[in-house]
Every structure is written in C-alpha cells, then in structure tokens.
C-alpha cells in the first residue's frame, strides 16, 4: 500500500550499553570517536543492512517502474485509471490508521523494551495480541466497506464521476480491501522481524507486490480490465505473508493470532498508538480529499496527479528515506530506552543528513531531465503530449514534497523512538488543515495543479515545523552539520542540473540523452558534493565493505 516535539523524556529507570549511530559514522570523523569491538560490528551490521535495503528497495523501485510502464500501456489516463487512483484511497486510509506506519511506530519501541526488560516470551505473547486485534478491527471495518462501497463512493469518495465510473470505482474497493487485510497480518510480522534486526524479508513486500500487480495485468486484464491490477495487489499481498512465514519460525518466533489483553505493553502500546492513528489519519484524509475535487476535474486529472505522486513522491523516497528509517528506527528505539540520548541525536542527524544527500539531488535530477524523462518512463501513445506535459508540471512541483516528506521520515523518529506520539500527531493535524485550505483555494483558479501546490507547501511547511522543533529540543539535532549538509548538496544539484541541461543542447537521441544525463548528473553530483566534503554517499559504501 502506499504517506509525519516534545522534549525528549529523561527519566529512563534502566541502562544497557550504548548503541552509536548506525548510520552517523558515515559522517563524523572516525578517529574522533571511540568505540568498542563490539558497538564497530554492530555498526558495519547496520550500515549492510542499509545498503541491502537500499539495494532491494531499488529493485522494487525497478518493479515498479515495469508495473507503471505496463498500466500506462494497458489503461493510459483516463477515466479506468481515475477510477483505480480513487478507489485505492479508502482501502489505504483503514490500512494505514489500523496498521502501517500507525501500528510499527507504536510498536516497535514497546516490543524492544519488552525483548530487553522481559524476554521473548513475554514479547511474543505482547506481538500475537496485536496481531489478533489488527485482524479483528480490520476485518470488520473491511467487512463494512465491502458492502457499502458502491454508498461509500457515490456520495462521499467521487461524487464527480459518472454512474458508471461510480460502480467501478465501488468494485475496485471491494477488492482492495482484501489485499488491504493481507497487508494489515503482513506490516505486523515485517515489524516484528525489524525488531530483531532481520531486514530482508519486509524490505521484499515491495517486489512482491509489484510482481503481483505485473503478473495479474498480464494474464487477466483482456478479461477483467482494470480490476486485474487490483486482484494482482491481493496476490501479492498474500505472498508476503507466504514469504515471511519461514523467517519468523527460523527465529522461533510464533506470532500466531492470540489475545491477551492484559499482557505487558498494551497500555503503552495503546497510549502511543492512538495520536499515531490520528496522524496517519490526516495523511490519508488528504489523499481522500484530493480524490474528491480531482473527480470534479477533466477526466485524466486524477491518475496524472497520483503518476505524478508515483514518479517523485513515492520511488526516491522509498528507495533512500525510507530504507534509512526502517534500519536505523529500532537502533533509535534501543538507544532511547538505554538513556543513550547523545548517541540518539548523532543518529538522528546523521540519518537526515545522509537522506538530504541523496534526495536531494534525486528530485533536481528529475525535473532536469524533463520531457523527455517523462517519455522515457512513458514510452507508449497511451499519454499524449498534453498528458505527458500534464505529468511532468505536476512531478516537478511535488519536488518539494518529496524533500519535505523525506525529512519528515526521519524527524518523526525521533518523536517515536521517545515514546512520544502527540506532538506529531498536533502537527500533521495543523498540517491537513492546510493542505485542505489550500486545496479548496487553489483547485478553482489553478486546477490539479493547485492539489499539487497544496500538497507540497504543507509538506514543506510540517518539516521546517517539526526541524524547528526538534532542533531547539534537548539532544535532538545538530543544526550546523545538517546545515552544511544541505548547503552542499544544494549546490551540487545545481551543478547537476547545469551539466543535465547543457547535455540536452546536443543533438541526441532522447533515449541517449535520458541515460547519459542519469550516469553523467550522477556523476557530477557526487564529484561536486565529494569536492566540497561531504561524504555521505561514499562513506555508505565503504563503511559497509562494498
């Protein structure tokens, strides 16, 4: 499925031994630091697991780009496109509220403390209670909406579609919500295995998905249309959980579905988990309220909107944000419950840092690429130029809100990893406010354009709200690195852009053109941000002996 500050609590009754960033010694000098055998193995584990992380989250990103190149040519834009773009709504704002990000961020720091004060069993029985309830909650809700889907999407979700449109939106939900089930069962194992360090098996979710949505349109679209997409994203739903089952038991985890209300964790799990669910809430409402004044628009705006999401939103920041914040989030957990809150800011800022470095000039790239990038990922004559112009506007714009939402990524753990899912929860509520302010002042004199306008000025606005925050916090960042950080990076995007757009002066084929400027900007960039010395991309690689 698909889109986040207090001071940092103090009074921590236990110590264990510290934990040093995984990710910071990419940044600060080494030999400042001292560090034991052991903290240096656990830090190269960490900085592999990045990478691998990184490395399958790129596979599923190349999967993806074969699921989008598949769906443009077998439904284009339009009004099967609009349809699926709405009807995925619904299905994600139950999966992300009962599951998702609202569950793992609550979670995940109450089961590692449980694992260090009170072992696996009492962790075990703690993780087969949350599992029961996502089951229980999810598959009545999802019960509910199965059979009011067609109410549901004519009065509240597309009231601007046709009749027709209406009831294929309605039976899209319907099967959406049985993959969004899959993926509730699925998003809690995942947790539970990145709580014991074991990386591999969620960071597959991705591919597995995509080679389901790839191998449904295949062999169902002649018959079923769009709605072969849908059951592919339930087949693939089913396989990461067929996937995960044999590393939970290889780690002797038996996390079937039993309830034990009284278990350990559940009050705090409950006390962390409900700002969670308001704030991946408010993500999810505005997903829904964009659905709903997109509807009102020329037909093809919808799915243009969400390609667009896709292309900048959603492929860089998976690959790089959020490959860093799955590894280093219960890194964070651990060190937060030792009292280590030294080490939980160099990770903090570390992490960001490494993430800017490299979102950053993932997002100028793009947009220098251009049009022709725009038809390199659409190579088909399912988007014609006004479509394809259409896309590259509004991915150019979400630019930022893909920084922004990747700074989000990493801010917000910081909050999490403290325990605290309040102060979050206060901010991405004032954050949907005004994206749904400006959605409705914008959509009139600016179209889907003015959605985008929305979306990545609110982004844009919640991280500097939630950097500002945990800036001034005790041990939260350390502004001059990030600063320096961001100053380097900058510029050496805008020297990318430079050299991507003088390439394009050549007369060369665009396919030439498109490949040569991704190798050459790449280049550049790291040359440049090396030259002025940063080192967070290199130091990644060597740190973790590739």
Request: hydrophobic letters at 55%; one cysteine or more.
């Amino acid at each position: 499925m698909s889109t986040t500050s207090a001071s940092p609590a103090t009074d921590v009754s236990s110590h264990v031994d510290n934990l040093q960033s995984p990710i910071s010694q990419q940044i600060v000098e080494i030999g400042d630091c001292h560090h034991t055998p052991r903290i240096l193995s656990h830090t190269r584990f960490l900085f592999r697991a990045s990478v691998m992380v990184m490395a399958l989250n790129g596979v599923s990103r190349l999967t993806g780009f074969v699921k989008l190149l598949l769906m443009t040519r077998t439904f284009g834009i339009g009004d099967d496109a609009d349809a699926y773009a709405a009807a995925n709504q619904l299905p994600e704002l139950l999966f992300a509220m009962l599951a998702g990000g609202a569950v793992a961020a609550a979670f995940i720091p109450v089961y590692t403390g449980l694992l260090a004060r009170r072992g696996a069993m009492s962790a075990a029985r703690f993780a087969n209670t949350i599992v029961a309830l996502t089951v229980a909650a999810l598959g009545g809700l999802g019960l509910l909406v199965i059979v009011s889907a067609p109410w549901l999407t004519a009065h509240l979700l597309t009231p601007g579609f046709s009749p027709t449109q209406q009831a294929l939106t309605a039976r899209l939900v319907q099967v959406l919500m049985l993959a969004t089930f899959f993926f509730a069962v699925g998003s809690i194992y995942a947790s539970i295995l990145q709580a014991h360090d074991h990386f591999f098996a969620p960071a597959l979710g991705g591919i597995l998905i995509d080679l389901g949505q790839i191998v449904g349109i295949a062999l169902l679209a002649s018959q079923l249309g769009i709605a072969s997409a849908a059951w592919g994203l339930a087949g693939g739903a089913l396989l990461i959980l067929a996937v995960q089952a044999p590393f939970l038991w290889r780690l002797g985890l038996d996390n079937r579905p039993a309830l034990a209300l009284r278990t350990e964790g559940m009050a705090e799990m409950a006390h962390l988990f409900w700002p969670r669910l308001v704030t991946m809430g408010a993500g999810q409402a505005v997903d829904l309220v964009v659905v709903r004044l997109a509807s009102e628009l020329a037909p093809g705006s919808m799915s243009a909107y969400f390609y667009a999401v896709l292309i900048m939103a959603y492929m860089p920041r998976g690959l790089f944000a959020q490959a860093i914040a799955t590894v280093i989030f219960p890194t964070m957990a651990r060190q937060y419950n030792a009292a280590d809150l030294v080490g939980l800011q160099a990770t903090t800022t570390a992490g960001l840092r490494a993430t800017l470095s490299l979102v950053i000039p993932a997002a100028v790239g793009i947009i220098a690429l251009g049009l022709p990038g725009m038809r390199f990922l659409f190579p088909g004559e399912e988007l014609d130029g006004a479509a394809l112009s259409m896309v590259f506007s509004l991915t150019a714009i979400l630019g930022v809100r893909l920084i922004s939402d990747a700074s989000v990524d990493i801010l917000s753990l910081a909050f999490y990893a403290r325990h605290n899912t309040r102060l979050p929860m206060v901010a991405s509520v004032a954050w949907m406010a005004t994206v749904f302010g400006l959605s409705y002042a914008l959509v009139r004199p600016l179209g889907i354009y003015g959605l985008a306008w929305a979306s990545a000025l609110a982004a844009l606005g919640l991280a500097v709200a939630l950097l500002i925050v945990v800036w001034r916090s005790k041990h939260g960042i350390d502004g001059r690195a990030l600063a320096i950080t961001v100053g380097r990076a900058l510029l050496a995007a805008a020297t990318m852009a430079v050299a991507v757009r003088l390439l394009n002066c050549i007369d060369l084929p665009e396919m030439v053109f498109v490949m040569v400027g991704m190798a050459g900007g790449a280049a550049v960039y790291v040359s440049v941000y090396a030259a002025l010395g940063g080192r967070e991309p290199l130091m990644l690689l060597r740190r973790a002996n590739l």
